[in-house]
């Protein structure tokens, strides 16, 4: 399940190939089908229930053994088809849980993980001085449902952070029209950052890479740069990382399917 804009549809494809697997779009429009140069199925994002039932009467026709969602638009509703089919996949409340930066915040903080403090402005909220005089700085500034760090900004002073949450509503405005527009403040943190690739199966992580990102991570913006692996770190400092991502899981309620962290 993908969205037209998605830049990975085809790599999947030529992926499943190259395994023996058939593979077939479910996208919300002809354009997003065309990377297979087969039929595909036609659905609606905006709609998660009808985009349901049309994969389900697919599956009727043309049995379905797996369902990927390949964007973050897609995820929900992927998980969503997965458990009407009874096929092996996340809670679409847990995929949700994940994806929103507000929620995840909350469940790994409750988990007893270590997380920056935060506020959220919701999407009508109007922002005052007193409001923002309250923000500690430097802080970091979020939208909740956007990846690949788009919109993430960083504010050293109250004019900055002003600035940077003007600029966050403007990119979501520009955006799927049904993403939650809430955005999150954050405190910044400083120090060396890794990213990790698993694969959760049957609730079991199992570690692909670590990567170092070795460009300082200051801002005030976050661009996706270099990713080195492996890292030069210490045995116990891997340790703790790979354990974290593991307690961060299963407090998510994540139990099958590929983790970023």
Same mark, same amino acid.
């Given at each position: ?17 190259r395994l023996g697997v058939r593979t077939v779009v479910a ?53 969503? /088809?997965?458990? =009407? @089919? ?7 409340? *847990? %995929?949700? +849980? ?97 990213? /990790?690739?698993? =694969? @959760? ?7 692909? *890479? %670590?990567? +170092? ?49």
């Amino acid at each position: 399940m993908a969205h037209p804009a998605s830049y990975r549809t085809a790599s999947f494809i030529r992926a499943g190939e190259r395994l023996g697997v058939r593979t077939v779009v479910a996208s919300n429009s002809r354009l997003g089908l065309s990377p297979t140069g087969r039929p595909g199925v036609e659905i609606d994002f905006s709609d998660p229930q009808s985009a349901v039932e049309r994969v389900r009467q697919f599956h009727a026709r043309d049995p379905i053994s797996a369902v990927l969602g390949v964007e973050d638009a897609s995820l929900e509703i992927a998980a969503s /088809v997965a458990q =009407v @089919l009874s096929l092996k996949s996340n809670k679409p409340q *847990a %995929i949700q +849980d994940a994806r929103l930066k507000h929620q995840c915040r909350k469940i790994l903080a409750t988990a007893g993980l270590l997380s920056p403090t935060y506020r959220v402005l919701e999407p009508e909220a109007m922002i005052s001085s007193e409001w923002l005089g309250e923000c500690k700085f430097p802080c970091v500034v979020k939208p909740v449902s956007l990846s690949g760090s788009r919109g993430v900004i960083r504010a050293d002073h109250v004019n900055e952070l002003s600035a940077a949450i003007v600029r966050v509503q403007r990119i979501l405005k520009r955006e799927n029209p049904h993403l939650d527009r809430s955005i999150l403040i954050e405190k910044f943190i400083e120090g060396h950052e890794y990213a /990790v690739e698993g =694969v @959760l199966r049957s609730g079991e992580f199992q570690c692909l *890479a %670590i990567f +170092d990102k070795p460009d300082p991570l200051d801002g005030p913006y976050f661009e996706e740069t270099i990713y080195l692996t492996p890292p030069d770190i210490r045995n116990d400092l891997e340790t703790d990382i790979l354990k974290t991502v593991v307690i961060a899981c299963r407090a998510i309620g994540l139990t099958h399917g590929p983790i970023h962290a």
